[in-house]
């Protein structure tokens, strides 16, 4: 049945369904889980009855990401950068993501990924994507070498001001194989952050970045290599409702997406008086990030 026909509602809700008031708070909860995909489990279980057996689920639509895209950004000459890093294993691809935060509550975002260029070929048979493609088109560099030159990803990052014309405001990183990268970019004068990989941390800026994507308020440049990543992401979800990317049940590579996620963290802060705090689950959480 069709969960949004209200007349095969009373089949799952015998009672609730048989008077307005009960009706009128299944149309709500329906509302919800379609507005929000993190509940639309639970509707369909407490309140349709349907079985869902799965600990994990697609992330975002490629419909609901292709709505948020255009070929021409808006103006972010002069405003904050937050700077999302994913240096996954030195073999695989390595990204490194950026939102910027504007004044009307939307966010613009940029992707760029390093690849070793022994690797190319390889991951062109393996992966069956046109990464030789993305290279020619700059969307990715391939570094020399049989694993990525992390010097590539340094001069990337210090070239991101320049490029743009944004301020970079912090750099936030995933601490896997990072302190040594880290070290030397807070030389070049540049604040790190580290992003813990937990659930209860990623969990709000998992959610949140849906969200605004669900609300059209992420706008992107078409990045293929990005789209690709958020169009290969499930999330794992616990028993508290957090969830996180899943990088062992996704379909492929999402380490563009990783990366922008951890940028997301600090810069969905940005503009700390549009967030209603009151949503976000830990004090852990929001005292890492403030403190």
């Not at 069709?2 to 048989?18: C, V």
């Not at 419909?63 to 070929?71: F, P, S, V």
């Not at 935060?101 to 613009?108: A, I, Q, S």
């Not at 659930?199 to 959610?207: A, M, Q």
Request: charged residues 30%; proline residues 4%; hydrophobic residues 40%.
């Amino acid at each position: 049945d069709d969960i949004k026909d209200e007349k095969a509602w009373l089949k799952a809700n015998p009672i609730a369904a048989s008077y307005p008031e009960g009706v009128e708070n299944i149309r709500a909860k329906l509302k919800e889980a379609l507005e929000k995909p993190d509940k639309m489990d639970d509707f369909l279980t407490k309140n349709m009855n349907v079985w869902i057996n799965k600990r994990e689920q697609a992330y975002i639509s490629a419909e609901r990401w292709a709505a948020c895209g255009t070929e021409n950004l808006p103006d972010i000459s002069g405003l904050d950068a937050y700077v999302g890093v994913d240096l996954s294993a030195t073999t695989d691809l390595t990204s490194v993501s950026i939102e910027i935060p504007l004044n009307d509550g939307k966010f613009v975002v940029l992707s760029h990924s390093f690849i070793p260029e022994e690797k190319l070929d390889e991951r062109v048979k393996t992966d069956k994507m046109p990464f030789d493609q993305w290279v020619r088109q700059g969307w990715i560099t391939a570094t020399p070498g049989a694993v990525v030159d992390y010097t590539f990803v340094r001069e990337y990052i210090k070239s991101i001001e320049p490029t743009y014309g944004v301020l970079v405001k912090e750099i936030c990183y995933d601490k896997y194989n990072a302190r040594h990268l880290m070290q030397e970019l807070e030389a070049d004068g540049f604040t790190t952050v580290e992003i813990p990989q937990g659930i209860r941390y990623l969990t709000e800026p998992t959610k949140n970045f849906r969200t605004k994507v669900f609300e059209k308020k992420i706008i992107h440049n078409q990045n293929p290599v990005l789209t690709w990543a958020v169009g290969n992401a499930v999330t794992r979800k616990d028993a508290q409702e957090n969830i996180m990317l899943d990088k062992s049940k996704s379909t492929d590579r999402i380490d563009p997406l990783a990366a922008l996620i951890n940028a997301h963290a600090r810069a969905m802060f940005a503009n700390v008086e549009s967030v209603d705090v009151s949503e976000f689950a830990t004090d852990d959480f929001l005292d890492r990030l403030w403190g």
